[in-house]
């Protein structure tokens, strides 16, 4: 399919990625899921292993644990990502995947490897979760003479201005190391209109390699408290 699209347009033509997702089903209480994204494929480079930028992938791995160890409505999820240089990005940058500014695959764009955990839990009206997410990425360096040089660490910069075509690792340019910690726990005041009192607390951490605008190291932490609704309409005319 990606052949057959740009075949007569060329590279600079479009910009067509072959994904592959995965979910197996072990038991009532336990799966498995994954994805994975070949945006550009070279098998030489590939078994070489010599970092070139051609090798733009993706993949995610995760679990999901129901009734976790055998207590009800405790549920356990962990996931893994991971996102190579370049990825999503285009020579012509109106070709790679984003809208208004936004990266549309992952809210950390590319040049990252991420690991997420979420427990959840709900006892009768009461519920509460705890999620935590360590990431390391690869921004790019801002007003330096590496300033120059595209690191692939944004969907919006151009490959033309790459280091090199080999020897691209993840989290390389501006290395930082993020952490997000967020708590929220409430309880449900109507069942029928899923009304709550809630309240959450998230703490998260920005420590680039090179403090620099807008990339500044960063320790932010948010409070709040309130009520909220959550309304349906289920249409069952079918």
Known sequence: MKSSIEFSTG????????????????????????QLLV?????????AKNGSYKNKTAYQLGAKYYSAFSIPNLN?????????????????????????NQSMAHTLGT?????????????????????????????????????????????YGSEDLREGDLNHEIGQGNTVDFKHIEFDAGYVINPASQLKISTRVIFRSFDPEVSQSPNQKLNTTWWSLGSRTDLFNWYRDF
């Open 111 to 155: 040049n990252f490897s991420e690991l997420l955990a979420i427990a959840r839990y709900r006892y009768q009206r009461f519920y509460g979760s705890l999620k935590y997410i360590q990431a390391k990425r690869g921004l790019e360096f801002v007003d330096s003479a590496e300033a120059q040089v595209f690191c692939g660490g944004s969907i």
């Open 11 to 34: 590279s600079r033509g479009g910009n067509a990625l072959l994904g592959l997702t995965y979910k197996y089903k072990w038991s009532d209480r336990f799966n498995t899921y994954g």
């Open 76 to 100: 356990l999820q962990i996931e893994y990502n991971r996102v190579r240089p370049f990825t999503y990005s285009h020579n012509t940058v109106v070709l790679n995947y984003g809208h208004n």
């Open 39 to 47: 945006d550009e494929f070279s098998s030489s480079d590939v078994l």
